[in-house]
């Protein structure tokens, strides 16, 4: 299995970017795909995740009334690419983001995108 993320790039605070994912190889059990970040210094985390029906952001990514998330994690079956789009970013968001496959148990990564939110 192998995964190549894009999409990253600068953007201003406020603005929006979408990530892909292009998944390929041995990909028809797929349990889970999931977006990461790490920033500079710190720990990677989880950013978004969807899996068996259920759909998660971290908090950090949640809208500003925590009922609808900034960003939003999609697939395309037809396409094997998922998707993080991101809105309303702010500097904080700055991190190289990775996105993550889960199949049958084993966790697969692509090799990061850079994000930069600056003005």
């Known amino acids: 299995v192998q995964l190549q993320a894009s999409g990253g790039g600068l953007v201003q605070p406020g603005g929006s970017l979408r990530l892909s994912c292009a998944a390929s190889g041995s990909i028809s059990n797929i349990n889970r795909v999931a977006w990461y970040r790490q920033a500079p210094g710190k720990q990677r985390r989880l950013v978004a995740v969807?899996?068996?029906?259920?759909?998660?952001?971290?908090?950090?990514?949640q809208g500003r009334d925590s009922v609808q998330a900034r960003f939003a994690i999609s697939r395309d079956n037809t396409k094997n690419t998922f998707y993080l789009q991101m809105n309303s970013l702010k500097p904080e968001d700055t991190a190289v983001y990775y996105c993550n496959l889960i199949i049958e148990a084993k966790p697969y990564w692509g090799q990061g995108t850079q994000v930069t939110v600056s003005s």
């Open positions: 969807a899996g068996g029906g259920i759909t998660r952001y971290a908090d950090s990514v």
